[in-house]
T-cell receptor
Framework: DTEVTQTPKHLVMGMTNKKSLKCEQH?????MYWYKQKAKKPPELMFV???????INESVPSRFSPECPNSSLLNLHLHALQPEDSALYLC?????????????FGSGTRLTVV | GENVEQHPSTLSVQEGDSAVIKCTYS??????FPWYKQELGKRPQLIID?????GEKKDQRIAVTLNKTAKHFSLHITETQPEDSAVYFC????????????FGTGTRLTIIP
């Protein structure tokens, strides 16, 4: 298995809802990432997990809460989002903790906040 | 932190011609530079990467060159084909405890049949 799987592919949520994005990989990668991508913009790093521990939080608002239950899974819990949070949320993984062998991206979750 | 600039933002080339996209980086400690291709509505996919201990790397029609002194690297696509049309992102990353991949702003490449 050489893929990063993200679910759901599309999500529409209200500003008072609580939802979760899920990411899974079975490549034995030890680092996992959440990126946010707005239309016609590059991906922006949100969080990095290395060996299941949060190693980087790019000053992301607390309405986004990451979780890494095990080395294969990465979740992003969403609560009280704003319309400007609408974007493509990409999960990625890499073999080493320093990501020097390139990232494998999932197909993303396209999130719309209404 | 690392800052990566990418040019041009859009590029149109005739099918069969070559395309070149250039990036500069700010952190002299960076030593890993991947290139990603993102087709419309799809995930970014790694197409080639280079580490700072080499100056050039080729993979069929794609090549990347790195000039550490000038802190710039370039993507070269030869014999372009319609399926090369996509947005291309360069990126840079330092390797001493910094796991961040900083992306350039992207180049929309259009191949004209």
């Amino acid at each position: 298995d050489t893929e990063v799987t993200q679910t759901p592919k599309h999500l529409v949520m209200g500003m008072t809802n609580k939802k979760s994005l899920k990411c899974e990989q079975h490549m034995g990668h030890r680092a996992m990432y959440w990126y946010k991508q707005k239309a016609k913009k590059p991906p922006e790093l949100m969080f990095v997990y290395s060996y299941e521990k949060l190693s980087i939080n790019e000053s992301v608002p607390s309405r986004f809460s990451p979780e890494c239950p095990n080395s294969s899974l990465l979740n992003l819990h969403l609560h009280a989002l704003q319309p400007e949070d609408s974007a493509l949320y990409l999960c990625a993984s890499s073999q080493g903790p320093l990501g020097l062998d390139g990232y494998t991206f999932g197909s993303g979750t396209r999130l719309t906040v209404v | 932190g690392e800052n990566v600039e990418q040019h041009p933002s859009t590029l149109s080339v005739q099918e069969g011609d070559s395309a070149v996209i250039k990036c500069t980086y700010s952190d002299s400690a960076s030593n890993y530079f991947p290139w990603y291709k993102q087709e419309l509505g799809k995930r970014p996919q790694l197409i080639i990467d280079i580490r700072s201990n080499v100056g050039e790397k080729k993979d069929q029609r794609i090549a990347v060159t790195l000039n550490k002194t000038a802190k710039h690297f370039s993507l070269h696509i030869t014999e372009t084909q319609p399926e090369d049309s996509a947005v291309y992102f360069c990126a840079g990353e330092a390797n001493f405890g910094n796991e961040k991949l900083t992306f350039g702003t992207g180049t929309r490449l259009t191949i004209i049949p």
